[in-house]
């Protein structure tokens, strides 16, 4: 059973197309993340909702708009994309705001 | 402000040396620290969390507060150890701040 699922794994698409990534997690819990890990693999958060509720928006461009339509899912939508939005973005869960569960991650190319 | 210091980006030893991989942090509160590991192309995943204070595939991390410091540690490192090794702190909400991260090899 995966816990917390990512679609899809890779996209490659061109600079100014607009592209969603999905992301599902069965195990119940109530916080729900993004976060971007760049080329030299630093990870950063992007986004946090709780209960389909925004908690955390970092200084992330507003291309990047996270959905939640049910605190199951939380999706990432990304318009007007651009070359350095080339990076693995990883979905993750927590039931309780310390430990928390990722996704396998998206791996975006933009050419 | 919260922030996580891994100051190696890069550490390779051999197999059976001890490793440590270090790990220090900025808080002004009482911290959650974690140990998070990503072994290639998989997902980020729980490695240790400083309160449970057990010892996973043979790694230990002690929360020094006076350095602030949680540096990890393992006595005989192994081939299949060599990953991406995050530090991360959780303040009161729901934030992790993570560090870095430093990259360990281990060579046969």
């Known amino acids: 059973d995966t816990a917390v699922s990512q679609t899809p794994k890779y996209l490659v698409t061109q600079m100014g197309n607009d592209k969603s990534i999905k992301c599902e997690q069965n195990?119940?819990?109530?916080?729900m993340y993004w976060y971007k890990q760049d080329s030299k693999k630093f990870l950063k958060i992007m986004f946090s909702?709780?209960?389909?509720?925004?908690?955390i928006n970092e200084t992330v461009p507003n291309r990047f708009s996270p959905k939640s339509p049910d605190k199951a899912h939380l999706n990432l939508h990304i318009n007007s994309l651009e070359l350095g939005d080339s990076a693995v973005y990883f979905c993750a869960s927590s039931p309780d705001s310390y430990e928390q569960y990722f996704g396998p991650g998206t791996r975006l190319t933009v050419t | 402000a919260q922030r996580v210091t891994q100051p190696e980006k890069l550490l390779s030893v051999f197999k059976g040396a001890p490793v440590e991989l270090k790990c220090n942090y900025s808080y002004s509160g009482s911290p959650e620290l974690f140990w998070y590991v990503q072994y290639s192309r998989q997902r980020l995943q729980l490695l240790l969390r400083h309160i449970s204070r057990e010892s996973i595939k043979g790694f230990t991390a002690d929360l020094n507060k006076g350095e602030t410091s949680f540096h990890l540690k393992k006595p005989f490192a192994q081939e299949e150890d060599s990953a991406m090794y995050y530090c991360?702190?959780?303040?009161?909400?729901?934030?992790?701040?993570f560090g870095e991260g430093t990259q360990l090899t281990v060579n046969p």
């Open positions: 195990l119940g819990h109530d916080t």
């Open positions: 991360a702190l959780s303040s009161s909400g729901s934030r992790l701040t």
């Open positions: 909702y709780n209960n389909k509720e925004l908690i």
